[in-house]
């Protein structure tokens, strides 16, 4: 069986970052090996939240693993909490990294072209950096334009994207992909450069007129899962964007309209039968 590294925090309440990769991970039939880099009562978008940091864990973790002889077939990282642990997930990249590994990041920090609360621009920059030791990203509109000090426009054209695409690869990354990108009305997916080929990775699917947390978590987990699986590229972000947004309509017709996250329980069952008709 594959593995997968997951470099997040886990939010105790609020269905994102870690309490969505490890189900969803499992789900796409690869293990899920958890790096915690912080524990908090809820994810951020809830008031008076809770943090116990857990940055000085992470090098006694990964020490032992290394003692263990342990390899992953790939490395995701989400939402990071400080410089440091960007500096220490560089460090993890190397020592676990390799031609047999790919590293997969989600440079979780903004979105609707605002930080989120924990994040400034010196973040961003680091992000960036981070970003430059990937062979995959997938950052949103917002995220792209803080790491590359570009303007942020939610009216774009292709002009204004396919530029962002290549300030995007200089960053360093072998593929930059873009999520709730699409060029016409009613629809969102990707839209991305294989900066190796010059091939351009684009999906549309329809877009469902809500926007809930966790949403960016669900995406990146199924994509890094269907590409450890063997996926293409296009095909793991198509899986991906059309889950994520049935998800979202699952959601929409809960009468408990859960405002803080996707019932993404409900629809594995239909990410299984999928995944199937690929492997
Ligand atoms: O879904 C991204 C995410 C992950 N972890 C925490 C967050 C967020 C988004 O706000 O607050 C703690």
Known sequence: MKRILTIQDISCLGKCSLTVALPIISAMGVEATILPTAVLSTHTMFPDFT????????????????????????????YLGSAEEIEIAKKIFKEFGGDDTFIFIDPVMADNGKLYPAFDMEYAKLNAGLCGEADI?????????????????????????????????????????????????????VYGLDTVTGERIVYETDKVAASFHGTGDIFASVSVGAITRGLSLNDAFKIAADYTAKTIEETLGNPAEPWYGVDFESTIPELVDTLRQYV
Do not use: R
Not at 143 to 155: I, L, N, P, S
Not at 174 to 181: D, R, S
Not at 182 to 188: D, I, L, Q, R, S
């Open 51 to 78: 943090v116990k940091d857990l940055t000085d864990q992470l090098v006694p973790i990964t020490e032992h693993w290394k003692s263990q002889n342990v390899k992953f077939d790939a490395i995701y990282t989400g």
């Open 137 to 189: 990203i997938v950052p949103n509109l917002t995220e792209a334009c803080f790491m590359t000090d570009t303007e942020y426009k939610e009216d774009y054209d292709k002009e204004y994207i396919e530029g962002l695409l290549v300030k995007l690869a200089k960053l360093g990354s072998k593929k930059v992909v873009l999520t709730g990108i699409a060029f016409n009305e009613g629809k969102t997916g």
